[in-house]
């Protein structure tokens, strides 16, 4: 029977591994982790992460052929193919600092696989690393190797959270790159196998390493900068009376550019684009190639200004000043459908709004108190690591409170801000929120999930992102 272990239980490593495990039931999979207590999570009935599906794969699985164990050296040791799938943060020390992905876990996980492995190994990079980490890796297994070979493959993770299971089931594609001899090809083989229990083999692509490892950075850039541009645009509608939905679907309509991923909002989150992308900016910069750096960098900087752009609103439109205002903040997680908030575009709102001496009232139907209060105290590139590992706040942030319903956020509030375009918002009872809030009552939509003409009838003043503005907001501009 082939073994898999994968290295690293998180977002990618356990979503992925049960998919196999459903999918293989010939398969033996392990899921190793530094984290016990993450482990103890997949172990419980209480996973670790919410993601739609995820619970009845694992159910199902789970006691068979899926297992979750902290005892990484010897699943390792035991497996045939080995996935790495370890946080790759971006560094905020040393040479490229603010920039560089940061390997020092996918190094140790090489390591440490180097110094278990009594039998031949596919290593599979499943973390998204910069174009030629195989090569480093390789050096590292072969140099350690004791006459052992390893076959190191790319196989760059495309899903999607809150739509994991589901990517996972009916991926566009599956990319594996490997070297282009003779093990090589038999490695990039094995692992084609195992994908073609369910996916089509012609959704399976092969390429050279430096491709498919490429290949993740360019995907994920390409699909910031789309929102990106929508977003820049937003900032030109509200600027001229026009409506940046219209304008997305009349662009999007092009079979060339087509509908997606065309949603002005108040910046794109998530454990990756920015990541990614910064980390791309590097590969340029040390390639001589500053000029494309500054191409990508721009993506980043779009998303600064649009999460700037929004607090400034806010506070513009409240007379300049939010001091002492008790403001409602619905959603943190930075997309809907999950759970997690690693660079939820929430957070640089939220302190932008502390800076202006806020009240903040936050309500996530799935994050919770303790998660925000971290979120908001951690520094930049922090989160990225894992969690025993992240430093701890000190001290909660003061003018925060975390609520567990809509309702309690907003009452007596000055003004709500939309943040996460969880389906709840959009069928709240607006009337009995806005009899309970202080007036004028203000809703700033960063996600335009609400019906802003019912608001407005009801008596709200409406900001929704890239819409025509309220004459109250034309006559309050926002300048930084
Ligand atoms: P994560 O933080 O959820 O999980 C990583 C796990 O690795 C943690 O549980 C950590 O404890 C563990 N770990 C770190 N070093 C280890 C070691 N030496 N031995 C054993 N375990 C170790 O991260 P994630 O979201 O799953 O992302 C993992 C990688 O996949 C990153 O490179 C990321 O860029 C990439 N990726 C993420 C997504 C996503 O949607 N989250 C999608 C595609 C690719
Ligand atoms: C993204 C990619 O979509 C995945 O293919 C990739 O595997 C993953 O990053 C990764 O490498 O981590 P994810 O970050 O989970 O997935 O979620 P997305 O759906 O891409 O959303 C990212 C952010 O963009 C969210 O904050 C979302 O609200 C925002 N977004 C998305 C918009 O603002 N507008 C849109 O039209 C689409």
């Known amino acids: 029977m082939v073994k898999i272990c994968c290295i ?33 999570a997949w172990n419980s009935d209480t996973l670790p992460i919410y993601e739609p599906g995820l619970d009845e794969v694992v159910k199902k699985c789970r006691g068979k052929n899926l297992s979750f164990s902290t005892d990484v050296e010897k699943h390792v040791a035991e497996s045939d193919i080995v996935f790495v799938s370890v946080n790759t943060p971006t560094k905020t020390q040393g040479l490229g600092a603010g920039k560089a992905a940061d390997l020092t876990y996918w190094e140790s996980a090489a390591r440490m696989i180097a110094d278990v492995a009594k039998s031949n190994k596919i290593v599979v990079e499943k973390s998204t690393v910069p174009v030629k980490t ?11 190797s004791k006459g052992i070979n390893f076959s190191i493959l790319s196989n760059p993770e ?3 959270e ?15 790159g490997g070297r282009e001899t003779p093990e090589g090809k038999k490695a990039i083989e094995a692992l084609r196998d195992v994908y073609a229990h369910w996916v089509p083999v012609d959704r399976i692509l092969c390429t050279n390493l430096w491709s498919a490892e490429l290949s993740k950075l360019a995907a994920n850039a390409f699909l910031a900068q789309r929102i990106s541009s929508v977003n820049a645009m937003s900032a030109l509608c509200e600027a001229t009376g026009a409506d940046v939905s219209q304008v997305a679907h009349a662009v999007g309509k092009d079979t060339r550019i087509g509908p997606k991923f065309l949603n002005a909002s108040v910046g794109f989150g998530g454990s990756c684009f920015q990541k990614d992308i910064l980390n791309l900016v590097y590969i340029c910069e040390c390639n001589g190639l500053p000029e494309v750096a500054t191409y990508w960098k721009q993506v980043i900087k779009v998303n600064d200004y649009q999460k700037t752009r929004f607090v400034n609103q806010i506070v513009s439109s409240m007379f300049n000043t939010v001091s002492g205002k008790k403001i409602a903040v619905l959603g943190f997680a930075f997309k809907k459908d999950t759970g997690d908030t690693r660079e939820t575009p929430a957070i640089d709102v939220c302190k932008g709004l502390i800076g202006d001496k806020a009240k903040l009232s936050i309500y996530d139907p799935q994050v919770n108190q303790d998660q925000i209060q971290r979120d908001l105290s951690m520094k930049k590139f922090d ?8 430093p701890m706040s ?10 567990w319903d809509a309702y309690t956020a907003t009452k007596d509030a000055h003004g709500i801000c939309i943040l996460t375009e969880w389906d709840e918002f959009k069928n709240l009872d607006y009337q009995k929120i806005f009899n309970d809030m202080q007036k004028p009552a203000f809703v700033f939509d960063g996600r335009n999930v609400v019906d802003a003409e019912k608001l407005r009838k009801i008596g709200f003043i409406v900001y929704s992102i890239g819409k025509p503005l309220d004459d109250w907001l034309k006559d309050m501009p926002a300048v930084a």
């Open 8 to 40: 690293g239980a998180g977002y990618v490593g356990g979503p992925t591994m049960a998919v196999i495990a459903l999918k293989c039931p010939n398969i033996q999979v392990a899921v190793v982790d530094i984290s016990t207590a993450r482990i103890n």
């Open 134 to 144: 195989a090569e480093a890796i390789e050096k590292i297994l072969t140099h350690n």
């Open 158 to 160: 495309f899903l999607a």
């Open 162 to 176: 809150g739509t994991a299971i589901s990517d996972l089931l009916n991926p566009d594609r599956v990319l594996i």
């Open 383 to 390: 989160w990225d690591h894992p969690v025993h590992l992240q």
């Open 394 to 403: 000190p001290t909660s942030v003061k003018d925060v409170s975390v609520v």
